[in-house]
């Protein structure tokens, strides 16, 4: 068992009131820095001012201890300054706050905050990625909660219990979510950058997809359907960025190509227009976002494991 504690620098923007701590310098990623050092045995201390200390370090404590030996500014501070700051613990956390369960995940009420309700469930929520291994749920939670009030934060693990490298914290408010975003957003810890930004819901995301795109594919062409067709058939909807007609090693159409516009609206409206659009001779136009590869390989494997289903099925009924 090791704690690990995380030291951030940099020089804090002029006439704010976060300036004496150590997460006040996350608006300068150029010169904020998160350190991660191992220590063992580690009985807490009160709270000590060194305000006169380049930046804080911040030892940590083994779970079950009475405080955390925390060493930082704390002037000017709200009433959340007195948790750790990120990288305080791994492993099993047993004393995270009087209001964590031991799984490590905050449960709703915890903080000090004053319990404003947001705008939207989501509305709160953040999500943090390039996370350092060796930081836990303990160590999220001791450092956001200077931001306010959390409801929940959680830092996702693979089936072995390791970190995956990213988390998520929700605040009871939109405001402390926006705080914690300009401050710690571009930190490095341990040469990683940590990223962090609002939480979008899948939904949401999916959503955002499904209209958020310029490229397209399109198939079921004519063999003799060039890219000049191609142009000419898609131009309307907007200005076309490329456009191309696949063909196979004999220059023969491949009866499929691709068209990228300049906006994503020009995108939509294409599908709109075009897609089942009759060629004629029982044929008609297939028009769709063009998938990446990853999203290829997942198509590819979904209709995989559809076939065997069915094939299954099959056997099954026989």
Do not use: W
Not at 202 to 220: G, I, M, P, S, W
Request: glycine share 10%; hydrophobic share 30%.
């Amino acid at each position: 068992m090791f704690v690990n504690s995380m030291t951030f620098r940099g020089n804090p923007a002029p006439n704010h009131h976060y300036a004496g701590h150590p997460l006040a310098t996350a608006h300068h990623p150029q010169q904020a820095q998160l350190h991660h050092h191992a220590a063992t045995g580690q009985t807490g201390g009160p709270m000590t001012h060194h305000p006169s200390a380049a930046h804080g370090t911040h030892p940590g404590a083994h779970p079950g201890s009475a405080n955390n030996n925390l060493h930082h500014a704390t002037s000017g501070m709200n009433r959340h300054a007195q948790h750790a700051p990120m990288g305080m613990g791994s492993g099993n956390i047993t004393s995270m706050s009087p209001h964590m369960p031991n799984n490590g995940s905050v449960m709703p009420g915890s903080g000090s905050g004053s319990g404003a309700s947001s705008s939207s469930p989501d509305s709160g929520k953040i999500y943090i990625k390039n996370l350092e291994r060796s930081i836990d749920n303990k160590a999220v939670y001791d450092t956001f909660s200077v931001f306010g009030n959390i409801l929940n934060c959680n830092v996702a693990k693979d089936e072995d219990g390791n970190s995956r490298g990213y988390g998520f914290v929700h605040f009871d408010s939109e405001e402390a979510a926006r705080t914690a975003i300009e401050k710690v957003n571009g930190m490095l810890c341990n040469n990683q950058k940590v990223h962090v930004v609002k939480f979008i819901p899948r939904r949401d995301r999916e959503q955002e997809k499904a209209t958020q795109f310029r490229n397209l594919y399109v198939k079921n062409l004519s063999e003799d359907f060039t890219d000049q067709h191609l142009h000419e058939l898609f131009e309307p909807f907007g200005r076309i960025t490329s456009h191309r007609v696949m063909l196979d090693e004999e220059g023969r159409s491949r009866r499929f190509g691709f068209v990228a516009f300049e906006n994503p609206q020009s995108a939509v409206s294409a599908v709109i227009g075009l897609n089942g659009k009759s060629l004629g001779d029982n044929k008609f136009l297939y028009v769709a976002r063009a998938l990446n590869k990853i999203e290829r390989q997942q198509e590819i494997n979904r209709k995989l494991e559809e076939r065997k289903r069915q094939k299954a099925g099959q056997v099954f009924y026989y």
